[in-house]
């Protein structure tokens, strides 16, 4: 589990991707992911998870050893892909976030739009009705993996809460854990 740096004027915008990197570069030359390298994300940790996939912003300093380990796979959930940046936002009147360092890593990296030439096959998983990151980010998270032909499972469950994460009983979404382990299993990762 990753606990990263928030993005604020102290730590500066790029500090949870820096740090997302990071730890990837360290799980990768422990010798940690033998059987893949994959990233989990919930919520803004989707948003993390899926600006992994994106371009690094070239305006920024690129800190650390460099680079980012080959990935396997990503698994995004519920995450403000890019609602949450100005001019593409979904809500109305939606206010900027704070601190304006979180706004501007929301305005910044924009994984639907940025998308490596070879992102990594994604599960993305959302609820229709989520009311705090509508279901829309799911719809354009899974349109620019598809033209850039990544593999890509789409599951949209109509009634849950936004945080849904693994402790939801009784609603048809508890089941998206054991959907996401059999799509694992089926997954090519020689790639």
Same mark, same amino acid.
């Given at each position: 589990m990753l606990i990263h740096r928030f993005p604020n004027a102290k730590n500066?915008?790029?500090?949870p991707l820096d740090d997302a990197r990071q730890a990837l570069l360290l799980v990768s030359e422990k010798g940690f992911a033998k059987d893949g390298l994959g990233v989990c994300g919930l919520s803004s940790g989707g948003h993390l998870a899926a600006s *992994?996939?994106?371009?690094?912003?070239?305006?920024?300093?690129?800190?650390?050893?460099?680079?980012?380990?080959? *990935?396997?796979?990503?698994?995004?959930?519920?995450?403000?892909?890019?609602?949450?940046? &100005?001019? $593409?936002?979904?809500?109305?009147?939606?206010?900027?976030?704070?601190?304006?360092?979180?706004?501007? *890593?929301?305005?910044? &990296?924009?994984?639907?739009?940025? *998308?490596?030439? $070879?992102? $990594?096959?994604?599960?993305?998983?959302?609820?229709?009705?989520?009311?705090?990151?509508?279901?829309?980010?799911?719809? $354009?998270?899974?349109?620019?993996l598809g033209e850039r032909s990544a593999g890509v499972e789409l599951h949209v469950f109509a009634d849950a809460p936004h945080g849904f994460a693994v402790d939801t009983v009784d609603l048809p979404v508890s089941g998206w854990m054991e959907m996401c382990e059999k799509w694992l299993k089926q997954c090519n990762f020689t790639d």
């Open positions: 500066g915008v790029q500090a *992994l996939m994106a371009e690094y912003p070239s305006h920024w300093n690129e800190r650390g050893s460099g680079g980012l380990p080959k *990935l396997d796979f990503m698994i995004v959930g519920y995450g403000p892909i890019s609602t949450n940046a &100005v001019g $593409r936002q979904i809500m109305k009147n939606k206010t900027a976030l704070e601190p304006k360092e979180k706004q501007e *890593l929301y305005d910044t &990296v924009q994984p639907d739009v940025q *998308l490596i030439a $070879r992102p $990594r096959p994604t599960f993305i998983v959302y609820a229709g009705n989520d009311s705090v990151v509508p279901v829309v980010n799911a719809y $354009r998270l899974a349109n620019a």
